[in-house]
DNA sequence: ATGAAAGCGCTAACAC
DNA sequence: GTGTTAGCGCTTTCAT
């Protein structure tokens, strides 16, 4: 391993100097600059930059933690960041947490050792409290991923979850839906909250039923509740319409109605929180309220740097981007109106 | 910031005591190592591993590089090695590079600088190969992914690339097409030469048409070589079938085929390598040679950690993992012949 | 079974 | 402009 000294040496200057050329600070004369600049490219030099975090306390380095790699939302979340840390000169470090407690608590601790800079956080639910504490108490900045826990304050970067909810429901009310279901994921987490709110604001503001037999509460990944679902389609004013709190929870349920032969959007609709990016693209089906995934990333890193750089205001930042409402096949009109 | 001092200091050892006790390392006796671990979990002590690295020489990071995030199959893949690393108590640094050289060798600056102990590698073509050899002078193992660069011998994880062109190839003969087109990536990328190799195996070995002229090299991301499309369609004798080297080329490829009135599969069929997970979970429509995405990051880690670790051979190793056909809609039998 | 000393590779603070 | 000293938080080596 070829160090600062090795440099020093041949440059036949001290530590310092090389630590000076390398890192732009502090005065050197252009001459020895372009000499030590020679010997370290000679070399291939390359600081190590854990001795440099262990003297600078600092590290560079940001984590995000998500819940689920295998959403798109996340996929390209995470390309956003990425883009985000690259550019500001930072590198990310990476966990998924699988909407696990005890799998975060795992990238927690990891992040804690690893002295990271900051976090992007997109806490598992309301649990993961302790886990946010353990942060603040070790005053390591964080900025909360559209979900957030109550009971902690910090900088947010969010999709409009309730709002989001409503454009969805106003709209398959305009086109006739009264009976309209919600699969919504687990209430602990804060946009499942938000999103039923908006489903019954939405449901109140345009006199549809609000029934409470038409709400299944389950988990936002790996949608499998066949009974809940059988539930809902078997009450007596069996529901015209699904609305799913997010994409996963979207295509189970579109998975789980064709299983019992109901097809979509002819016998019953569906939308969703969420696009599919890549399958839309592919084939434009899902009626969906659409997240700015790549901005929630490329933001949320932005105001985690500047928390870090202390070019934040002292109080937290709230960043909310709307949802956009991107109609396409999966909803029409009820059956019984066509 | 609390140190392994404050521990020391508290339950009245030496730092040397509760380094033992942390690290499971010497002889303690069991009085004070309760003692000890009590205070720490007191105080919530979490070692700094910036410290640890800088003596230990080993930094329990693995360096995950790949080419496209946005693509299922790194999603997946990435999600398999995520895996894998938390399992043996390894984490995950992140880079993305777009199959763009610039890029590539900023991850790599990065990575030499964090001394992570191993590297996941999908390069972006054959000029990586001066990045390689970086890797290799500083004693830094890496497992390719899919994608090797002539001139570098390394561990390989990979997928049957020119077995899987084959068996499409021959799929679509046996449907009766025997005019078939190749929208490659670029031929700088190892899959890509394999998978035109096995495309020319196949249509030899069937006796289909082999014309150089129904061959588009491009890249393997954001398919939009609109003119190149066009020659291919414009062909004398116009291809039947298209085979896209990867998902996203195909799905590039059928948006433009769709652009043009052309619908598949009644006017062409398309097949394609890697599968699209999600879009095809929702709508099984593309027919495709999967490959297992999940297993290459699993096993490519356990690989990496295995050399890492001095499990491993001295010989470089290399896993083939095949890739299996499946049949869906966007293939059938050419027209004429329906 | 426990501890003292030295050093991993770097930089901040201060001389000169 | 340049160099010296000290120390970031940990573990290795070798006494005791």
Redo the contacts with the bound molecule.
């Keep these: 391993?070829i160090?600062?000294?090795d440099i020093a040496k041949k440059a036949?200057?001290?530590?310092?100097?090389?630590?000076?050329v390398?890192?732009h600070?502090?005065?050197?004369?252009s001459?020895?600059?372009e000499r030590v600049q020679q010997v370290i490219d000679e070399l291939g030099y390359i600081?190590?930059s854990n001795?440099?975090s262990?003297?600078?306390?600092r590290t560079q380095m940001l984590s995000l933690l998500i819940t689920d790699i295998t959403n798109p939302f996340y996929t390209t979340l995470a390309r956003g960041a990425e883009d985000a840390a690259h550019l500001r000169g930072y590198r990310l470090l990476f966990g998924n947490s699988d909407e696990d407690y005890k799998k975060e608590k795992d990238y927690v601790d990891a992040i804690l050792s690893t002295r990271v800079d900051g976090v992007l956080f997109a806490p598992a639910g309301d649990r993961s409290l302790q886990h946010l504490k353990q942060l603040q108490e070790r005053h390591i900045p964080f900025v909360f991923l559209d979900r957030t826990v109550p009971g902690i304050t910090s900088d947010i970067i969010a999709g409009d979850s309730r709002e989001g909810a409503i454009a969805l429901i106003r709209y398959l009310v305009q086109l006739g839906h009264r009976r309209i279901a919600l699969v919504n994921g687990s209430s602990e987490v804060s946009t499942a909250r938000l999103r039923e709110e908006g489903y019954i604001a939405g449901l109140r503001e345009t006199g549809a039923d609000i029934n409470p037999e038409l709400v299944l509460r389950t988990g936002y990944r790996d949608f499998s509740d066949e009974e809940g679902l059988d539930r809902l389609l078997s009450q007596p004013d069996q529901p015209t319409a699904i609305f799913a709190a997010n994409n996963m929870l979207a295509i189970g349920v579109i998975r789980l109605l064709r299983k019992r032969g109901l097809r979509v959007p002819e016998d019953i609709s569906v939308v969703c929180f969420d696009d599919l990016d890549l399958a839309s693209a592919f084939d434009p089906f899902l009626t969906v309220a659409a997240q700015p995934a790549y901005e929630f990333g490329f933001q949320g890193v932005q105001m985690l740097i500047d928390r870090i750089e202390g070019k934040s205001p002292s109080e937290a930042q709230t960043v909310i981007l709307p949802s956009e409402l991107r109609i396409r096949a999966s909803a029409t009109a009820p059956r019984e109106q066509k």
């Excluded at 036949?12 to 000076?20: F, P």
């Excluded at 600070?25 to 004369?29: A, K, L, M, N, Y």
């Design positions: 391993m160090t600062i000294y036949n200057v001290s530590a310092m100097t090389v630590s000076k390398i890192n600070t502090g005065r050197i004369s001459a020895t600059r600081p190590n001795a440099r262990l003297v600078l306390q």
